[in-house]
């Protein structure tokens, strides 16, 4: 199918990401108290940044070097009944 | 609850996704193929992913962590001998004439392997209960929201009744899951899927982090804990040494074998997504990629119950889910799980033995608003919300296909073209969210309808993997013997219920309304129970009356019958990269889990 899934989830997390980390510099460092003082949306603002720049890079690298059509991608197994 | 535009931020980048990914996708759906089947263009990593996914709706996440707070580590039963080896089963054994078949679905494949009146049982009551699983996921999710307050702030200011929200939630969610699937079929189902899947692993891992580290790790809450919550085998023996009430065999068989072969290997539900992969051997990876996350999911689903039981008890709680409680001198729940209100009086539901009932299904929501900060929250009320919208997108995918390709075209109209398809398959999509919605309301008038549909459901799935093995491995087998084994075993299933109670339990939903004849130390051994005796009935029957019928023309079972199907062979692959490999490595794993929790 033409749309390579990775893309739209890396740029998903790569915005919730930024979303969660600019607030993480902004907030009130009390809201923190409850997440056992960790200010866990820098912290995991960063990590889902990461995550969805892999993402996004593997999908680009995806795009540019097509798998071969699917009859050679898979040629084990075949069709195994017709 | 105090949601933050940030919240509200987040919760909207989520959703513009979502429904993107079915616009994105719109262009691509040019034959009823692409719409129901993803075009079978879809690879095994995705398929894998989507196939856990859909699975993991509503009951899973809320419903797996209430389990784990009140039983412990030994409810992982349910995904360790509960799914895996299933899951290895049909990738490995199955997917050769699911996929092979080329049938477009499983009712689809009982017509060729059997026959039309086979196909139609399997069609209709699928389908029946597809329709009423999602409109259940539907009201738990308008439930849920309505507990969380997560609307009330925006309802105040616009002046709207606040009785409005559980109408407006389930609307709302409704018309998100028939965009993305009227737009963009099965692959922007299995899209989305994926999507909700990390998401669900994003917003639950940090819960789980913040929460054993809270309590000092593993063995910390495992101290403030009951012994037995620790273990999934030690007690297993007798059902009066282990929380579940049930006993090895049981379990084994019960649970191990007939429910959960009769889910991962017959439902359509699931197997719709590894039909939709691109070849033979990503249909076989599908299951065997889903199984590797869903061994670890205990961790993020099951977790979250024994440290929602394991903190302090709340005198003066925070979320406002606890507000209800607050005021009254002693902590009236367990750990942060609130007792069950009733909604008429104000007061906790106490229940015949003199004690407060607890709202376990309340473990992952209050665990959320416990730990997470503006920001933080708005993920996790997503990957929330995610669970529930991917439950209720795989029943309304699967209930398109079947009702096109199983009702429409079989029955209805027999030679209509697959542009004529397409377009039953998007009204369809509408016709069931449609239904969901009325089975969401009727959910809310009519508990009990729900209890006794659920019930009808059981009885008529159970016996369906015996059909299945009987119909791939054994050529002899008749559709006059499949027809009359799956009546015989939901028969059987029926009766089973009616002449057993779980102990304690009532006569009615729980069993006992032909009289009792057996009682059942727990409700979960009596269900393991139903479900072997319908099987076996199922599996006697359709070989004895088989036996009996006219032997079905070899010919016709080639590709659908093992002894008649060549394998796919996988000789010139290096050993370890073909599925057995796999296949031995997955339940090698699920194996040490066993064992490290035993």
Known sequence: ?82 | MNLAAIDWLVMLVYFVFVLGIGFALKRYMKTSTDFFLAGRSIPAWIAGLAFISANLGAQEVIGMAASGAKYGISISHFYWIGAIPAMVFVGIFMMPFYYGSRARSVPEYLRLRFDEKTRGFNAISFAVMTVFSSGISMYAMARLIQILHIFDGVFAALSIPQEYIFHFSILVSALIVLGYIFLGGLTSAIYNEVLQFFLIVAGFVPLVYLGLKNLGGWEGMMQKLPESFGHSWVGMGSPATNPLGVEAFGLAMGLGFVLSFGYWCTDFLVVQRAMAADSMDAAQRTPLIAAVPKMFFPFLVIVPGLIAVALPDQKAPTGMVYEQTAGHEEPMGKGIIPPKMNAATGQPVVNEAGHIELDYDLAIPNLLLHYFPNGLLGLGLIALLASFMSGMAGNVTAFNTVFTYDIYQSYIKKDASDDHLLKVGRVATVGGIVLSLFAAFVATRFNNIMDMLQLVFAFVNAPLFATFLLGMFWKRATGHGAFSGLLAGTLAAALHHGLSLPAGAAVGFKGGWLGSIHTYPSEMAQSFWTAIFSWSACFLVTIIVSLVTKPPVEEQLRGLVYSMTEKPSYGHVAWYKRPQAFAIAVLGMTVVLNIVFW
């Open chain 1, 1 to 82: 199918m033409g749309l390579d899934i990775r893309m739209p989830i890396g740029l998903m997390f790569v915005i919730i990401g930024v979303l969660l980390v600019a607030y993480g510099f902004i907030s009130d460092p009390a809201i923190y108290e409850r997440s056992l003082g960790m200010n866990v949306n820098v912290i995991w603002g960063s990590v889902m940044l990461v995550f969805g720049i892999v993402m996004t890079v593997l999908g680009k690298i995806g795009a540019k070097n097509p798998p071969p059509a699917s009859a050679d991608a898979a040629p084990a197994g075949g069709r195994a009944a017709h």
